[in-house]
C-alpha cells in the first residue's frame, strides 16, 4: 500500500497533535492506572507469553481441572491451555451465587416501546435468577434431544432469552451459532446446511421500529429451502423451539416444533455444569466472506472466555457500581463479548435493549441512559454519526452526568465524531476508548486503557496485552512510521478463532497467506511518530484512482468533517480513464440543502484535505445512506447504484428499504 492509502492530509495532523490526557481522579481508580503500569505488563505479555497467559487465566476463570500446558502453537492453528476443562456458564453465572453478586442485576432488558405511546417491556434478571433460568432452558435442550458437540441456531429478537440460550448451550456443551434477527430465510438455512445444526431457536417475531418481524415465519421458509438438486438444505433439523414473544399466531409443525413455555413444564432448575475442554468448540459466528459464502468463525472454550473477560475488565475499566451499555445486537460478536460473556463473567450489570435507537424519537438511548443511570456505553460510529444528524437537541433533553466512559466499535470513528461524541455525549469529562477488533480475534485487540492511555481523537492507540500488531508493505515487511500499510499480528493470542468451521484450508489460505507467519486482518493502518495505530478501513475498500490507491474510509472522513455533511459513504465505480472513479453518497445536516454548488465546495474540500487525487468524481445527495438494521451502511447496494446497473443480492437486511428505492430512482432520473 502506498502512502496516499494513509491519512496523512492536515486535518488528521492536527488530530494528532490534539491529546486528551487521563483526568488524575479517573487514573487513581483505574485497573491499570499509568503508562508505565501498561507498558510493563504488555512487554511482559509479548516477551513472556506462558508466564503472563498462565496466572490470568488462573486469576480469572474457575477451572474444574487445571491445564498443563498453555500453548501449542503449529502454524496457524492454535491450542490454549491444553489438558484443562471449565464451563462458560458456571465462569458467567454459577461462581456469583452464595456471594453478593447473587442478587446484583445481571441483565436490565428493555423493550420497544409500543405503538400506541406505551412505555415497552421491563424485566431484570439477577445471577441467581438467570442462573436458575439457564438451568431450566438447558434441561429443555437435553429433553429435546441437543448433547455435547450438537450445534444450534439461535435466531431471536433482543430478549432475555437470547443470552439465556446461548449460556444454555454452553452449561451442557453444544456448540450455538447465533443468526442476526435482520437476516433472510436464505440465510437461515446457507447456516444451517453450512453447521450441520440439529436445533432452531426462535420466536414468533420481534419488534423493530412498531413492526413485527416475522422470525418464526422465516425460519419455516428456511426449512422448506432447497438446493438446485431439489435436496434439503436444512435435513439435519430436527426440533424448533419457539419463544411466545409477540403472541402473534404461527404454523407449528407437528413433532417438529415446540414452544418455550410449554416446555419449561417438563424440566426443573438442577443442571450440573458440564466439563469442557479447553479447546472445546464454543460458538461458531457467520461473517461475510469475499466469494460469497458465509465464513463460519469458530471460537473455542478458555481462551476466547479469557480475551473476553479481561478487555471487559481493563477496556471498560469495569467496577461493581457499573450500569454498562453495549447496544450492538447478539447476533454480532460484539453482543457476544460484550453484552453476555465478557460482562458476566465480571460480575457486571449490562443493559439489553430491544429495537431502534430513533424510535418513537431520537432521544431513545438517552432516554434509557437517564432512566437507568448507565455508566458505560459502547457504541458504533455510524450511530454516532446519525445522533449527530439528528441534533444536539435530543440529548440535551436528558440527564447524561450517569456516564463515565464512552466506548466506540465496529469500524474507524472519524476525528469529527469522536469530538461530538466526547462533548456532547460524555459533556467533555469521559474518556472514549475507541476499539478495534474482530469476529475472528474474539476480543479487543488495540484500544486505550481508560486511565492510562492518551487519547487521540480517530485512532485505537495501541494494543491489548499479548497482542502484537505491525504494518507491513506487500513483502511483510514492517513500514516506517506515518507509512500506510496492511495490519497484521505477529504471535498467536489466545481468543484467536480457532479456524472455519469445516474449511481448514479457508482458513489458511484467508488468514495465513498474504503475510507469511502472521496473521492477516484485512485492514490498512498506519502507525503514528508516538506508535499510534490509525485503521484506514479494509484494504478492498482502498480504491486504485488513476494509479493512486485511496482509503476510502479517508475520503468519508474528510467529507464528514465539513460542517455539512451529517453522514457519508465512498464506493468506486468503474472508470475507463482512471480504472475507479470516486463517488460520494452524502447526508446532510438539518437545516442544510442540497446545492450544486455544495457539492462542488465539498469536492474541492475533500481535495483541500487530503489532495487533488482524491477529489471525487461525483457528489450525491441523499436523504439517508442504506444500512442494516444493526447500523452498518451497505457499500454494496451502493457501488450498485454508483455503477448503474441492476441491484443484486440479498437486501432483506435492510432497516428501510424505501431508501434504497428513493436512490436508485434519482440516479435513473
Known amino acids: 500500500m502506498s502512502k496516499a492509502a494513509a491519512p496523512n492530509n492536515t486535518s488528521s495532523q492536527l488530530q494528532e497533535n490534539r491529546v486528551f490526557k487521563p483526568a488524575k481522579e479517573f487514573a487513581g481508580r483505574a485497573h491499570i492506572k499509568s503508562m508505565a503500569h501498561y507498558k510493563k505488563l504488555w512487554t511482559e505479555s509479548v516477551t513472556k507469553p506462558d508466564k503472563f497467559w498462565s496466572a490470568h487465566a488462573k486469576a480469572e476463570l474457575v477451572w474444574q481441572k487445571p491445564f498443563k500446558k498453555v500453548l501449542q502453537w503449529k502454524e496457524p492453528f492454535a491450542k490454549w491451555f491444553i489438558g484443562g476443562q471449565l464451563n462458560v456458564s458456571a465462569n458467567c453465572l454459577d461462581r456469583w451465587l452464595g456471594t453478593a453478586y447473587a442478587n446484583k442485576a445481571a441483565l436490565i432488558w428493555e423493550g420497544e416501546p409500543a405503538t400506541d405511546g406505551k412505555p415497552g417491556e421491563e424485566r431484570v434478571l439477577t445471577y441467581s435468577q438467570l442462573h436458575r433460568e439457564v438451568c431450566r432452558f438447558a434441561n429443555v435442550l437435553k429433553r429435546n434431544g441437543v448433547g455435547r458437540g450438537d450445534r444450534v441456531i439461535l435466531y431471536l429478537p433482543m430478549v432475555p432469552e437470547a443470552a439465556i440460550s446461548m449460556l444454555a448451550c454452553t452449561r451442557i456443551g453444544a456448540v450455538h451459532s447465533v443468526v442476526f434477527g435482520g437476516f433472510s430465510a436464505q440465510s437461515v438455512a446457507d447456516r444451517i446446511q453450512d453447521s450441520g445444526a440439529k436445533m432452531v431457536i426462535t420466536a414468533d417475531g420481534g419488534y423493530r421500529r412498531g413492526a413485527v418481524v416475522p422470525l418464526k415465519k422465516n425460519v419455516d421458509d428456511a426449512l422448506k429451502l432447497q438446493d438446485a438438486e431439489g435436496k434439503s438444505l436444512t435435513s439435519t433439523i430436527e426440533k424448533v423451539i419457539v419463544l411466545r414473544r409477540t403472541w402473534n399466531e404461527v404454523h407449528m409443525a407437528e413433532g417438529r416444533d415446540v414452544f418455550w413455555h410449554r416446555e419449561l413444564d417438563y424440566v426443573d432448575d438442577k443442571c450440573p455444569p458440564a466439563k469442557m475442554d479447553s479447546e472445546a468448540p464454543l460458538f461458531i459466528l457467520y461473517t461475510s466472506g469475499s466469494t460469497g459464502k458465509p465464513k463460519g468463525i469458530l471460537h473455542s472454550t478458555a481462551g476466547y472466555l479469557l480475551g473476553a473477560k479481561m478487555t471487559s475488565k481493563y477496556v471498560f475499566d469495569l467496577r461493581d457500581e457499573d450500569v454498562y451499555w453495549c447496544t450492538a445486537d447478539v447476533g454480532w460478536v460484539t ?55 439528528w441534533g444536539e437537541e435530543w440529548p440535551k433533553k436528558h440527564d447524561l452526568s450517569s456516564l463515565r466512559l464512552l466506548g466506540s466499535v465496529g469500524e474507524p470513528i472519524n476525528p469529527e465524531a469522536w469530538m461530538w ?35 487521540k481523537p480517530g485512532t485505537a492507540t495501541l494494543p491489548f496485552f499479548g497482542i502484537h500488531p505491525e504494518v507491513v508493505d506487500d513483502q511483510g515487511k514492517a513500514v516506517p512510521k506515518n507509512t500506510g500499510g496492511k495490519l497484521v499480528v505477529r504471535k498467536p493470542w489466545p481468543s484467536m478463532l480457532r479456524g472455519i468451521w469445516g474449511d481448514p484450508a479457508r482458513f489458511k489460505e484467508t488468514y495465513w497467506t498474504e503475510v507469511k507467519h502472521s496473521y492477516f486482518t484485512g485492514d490498512g493502518c498506519r502507525q503514528d511518530k508516538d506508535g499510534y495505530f490509525w485503521i484506514v478501513g479494509r484494504i478492498d475498500d482502498v480504491l486504485n484512482v488513476a494509479g493512486h490507491r485511496i482509503g476510502t474510509a479517508e475520503v468519508e472522513g474528510a467529507l464528514v468533517s465539513h460542517p455539512s455533511v451529517a453522514e457519508a459513504a465512498v464506493v468506486g465505480r468503474p472508470d475507463e480513464l482512471k480504472g475507479q472513479a470516486l463517488v460520494c453518497f452524502v447526508t446532510l445536516k438539518t437545516g442544510v440543502h442540497a446545492t450544486p454548488e455544495l457539492k462542488n465546495e465539498l469536492r474541492n474540500h475533500v481535495g483541500k484535505e487530503i489532495g487533488p487525487v482524491a477529489k471525487p468524481d461525483d457528489v450525491r445527495f441523499a436523504d439517508a445512506l442504506p444500512k442494516t438494521r444493526s447500523g452498518k451502511i451497505m457499500r454494496r447496494l451502493l457501488k450498485q447504484v454508483a455503477a448503474g446497473v441492476e441491484i443484486k443480492g440479498d437486501t432483506t437486511t435492510l432497516e428501510d428499504l424505501s431508501v434504497l428505492a428513493k436512490l436508485t430512482s434519482a440516479e435513473e432520473g
Open 335 to 389: 453482543g457476544h463479548s460484550y453484552i453476555v460473556y465478557g460482562p458476566l463473567a465480571n460480575g457486571a450489570t449490562a443493559v439489553m435493549y430491544e429495537g431502534a435507537p430513533n424510535w418513537p424519537e431520537p432521544d431513545r438511548f438517552w432516554r434509557i441512559i437517564e432512566k437507568y443511570r448507565v455508566t458505560i456505553l459502547y457504541t458504533a460510529p455510524t450511530a454516532i454519526r446519525a445522533f449527530m444528524k
Open 421 to 455: 461524541y466526547h462533548r456532547v455525549i460524555g459533556g467533555g469529562r469521559c474518556p472514549i476508548v475507541d476499539t478495534w477488533w474482530q469476529t475472528e480475534t474474539g476480543s479487543i485487540m488495540i484500544s486505550p486503557l481508560p486511565g492510562a492511555t492518551p487519547t
